[in-house]
């Protein structure tokens, strides 16, 4: 079970989309998001960060151990939070779902004028796009490669 919340970064720019695997953790385990404008001013400290391709999520230490009682005997890290789900983007990265909706947009235009190459493309869409989130250095697109 998902639920879709969306935090606003520090200085306004931009609004990414989080999901919280299981619901463990509260909204208010995010302190602070930077997206890579407003990151710049700040050094990303791995106590309670995490930096994902120039975006930082801040964490509320204090929220998320307490939170994670149910979670006994692992250290609570921003890492642990992130790359299990608990504290993530709903997609691979800030701005999946716009974009990926976006994306599929394009793809069904192409299916009235090619149909052939549009069932092609739609084949290849995810494996190319996640290849190309690797390349650019998003963490989740990278995970377990
Ligand atoms: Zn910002």
């Known amino acids: 079970m998902c639920i879709d919340h969306r935090v606003t970064c520090k200085c306004g720019t931009y609004t990414a989309s989080f999901n919280f695997r299981e619901e463990i953790m509260p909204v208010e385990v995010i302190n602070r ?25 801040d964490f509320d230490m ?18 642990y939070l992130f790359d299990q789900g608990y504290c993530t983007w709903r997609g691979v990265y800030p701005m999946d779902h716009i974009d990926s909706v976006r994306e599929r ?22 494996t190319v796009r ?16």
């Open 33 to 57: 998001l930077y997206c890579p404008q407003c990151s710049s001013d700040i050094s990303c400290n791995a106590d309670s960060m995490i930096s994902d391709n120039g975006w930082i999520i």
């Open 62 to 79: 204090d929220v998320a151990r307490f939170a994670g009682y149910k979670l006994s005997g692992v250290p609570i890290t921003p890492e």
């Open 105 to 126: 947009e394009e793809l069904v235009k192409l299916s009235k004028i090619d149909p052939k190459k549009y069932i092609e493309e739609i084949r290849q869409w995810g």
């Open 130 to 145: 996640m290849e190309r989130l690797a390349r650019e250095g998003w963490r989740k697109a990278n995970a377990g490669q």
